[in-house]
């Protein structure tokens, strides 16, 4: 069905959000000057999902859709893309701040689907660009290795983060709860003038995690622990204890995906951390850092 096409030879591209991103979008289309409109989603019963796409065509589309909680959103974008190639779309750019089904690189134990693999395969039929923000790549370095054949700009959060630490104007050590964390940390330290540290982690389970923090003076100190994710709120609430038990005065989290899962803002709060903040590629109550710049410029390189 092709009958709904009203500007098919539109060669300007269109910006398309989902549902939870319009504002994101929005922005994105402002610093942009590109049209934007919005992707409608009614979820039946079951929770099948039935999408309505503008009737705004364009030869190149920008979806704007950040993969957390995915497995609606994937088959979304699956209906979603299909129609538009079928509508004679050329070009679909998927703009998904947030990569979800990136954890699973491996199969740790017999049986496993090893996910990142099958998500990245199917994601790279179904559009032409991905854009993301700091992907969770372990194992496998280069997000080409995950989705193949298809234009793929990855985005760090990181020069935001960073300049959000300056405009506290206070006195704080930047820490990374695990060694992972230290790319990110090392960054934000460097734009941000602070000193810096990365903890040892040993996770046992979703959500039992150990952390041992380095020796350091944090008495009195103000602490701002750095991470990409949190998910369950475990790995940074556990660092808060350590850190209070070592005499800091206060620890704040800075993250760029606020993943949030069940009841993590509590665990966060039980552990006495003062002030979560957030970049706005999964939207949540505690953004406070748009990513609106960065991406704008990584769709100027593909445009
Ligand atoms: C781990 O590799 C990540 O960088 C995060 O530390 C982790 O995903 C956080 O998970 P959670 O909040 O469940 O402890």
Not at 291 to 298: C, F, G, R, V, Y
Request: proline share 4%.
């Amino acid at each position: 069905m092709s009958a709904n096409i009203t500007t098919a030879d539109n060669s300007s591209p269109c910006i398309y959000t989902f549902p939870m991103y319009k504002q994101q979008g929005l922005d994105l289309a402002k610093a942009l000057n590109l049209p934007c409109y919005d992707i409608s989603i009614h979820h039946f019963p079951d929770k099948e999902s039935m999408v309505t796409l503008p009737k705004e065509k364009s030869n190149h589309i920008i979806l704007y859709l950040s993969l957390d909680y995915p497995n609606n959103k994937l088959i979304e974008l699956l209906l979603t893309s299909k129609t538009l190639r079928q509508q004679g779309c050329k070009r679909i750019t998927l703009i998904a701040p947030y990569l979800g089904y990136m954890r699973q690189d491996m199969s740790f134990h017999s049986g496993e689907v090893i996910s990142q693999q099958i998500i990245g395969q199917w994601l790279s039929e179904l559009v032409d660009d991905v854009i993301t923000v700091d992907p969770h790549l372990h194992r496998i370095n280069s997000l080409d290795a995950v989705i193949p054949n298809t234009n793929n700009q990855t985005v760090s959060a990181c020069p935001n983060l960073g300049k959000f630490v300056k405009t506290l104007n206070k006195k704080t050590y930047l820490l990374g709860p695990d060694e992972e964390s230290l790319q990110w940390v090392k960054q934000v330290a460097e734009i941000s003038g602070a000193s810096y540290s990365v903890a040892t982690k040993q996770r046992h389970s979703d959500t039992l995690v150990d952390i041992q923090i380095p020796e350091y003076d944090y008495k009195n100190q103000h602490i701002i622990l750095i991470d990409d994710v949190i998910s369950t709120g475990h790995t940074v609430a556990q660092a808060a204890i350590k850190l209070y038990s070592a005499g800091a005065k206060q620890v704040d989290v800075l993250v760029t995906h606020a993943l949030f899962a069940k009841d993590a803002m509590d665990i966060l709060l039980n552990a006495n951390i003062k002030n979560v903040w957030s970049s706005d590629s999964i939207s949540h109550k505690t953004n406070s850092i748009s990513l609106t710049n960065l991406l704008a410029d990584s769709i100027k390189k593909i445009t």
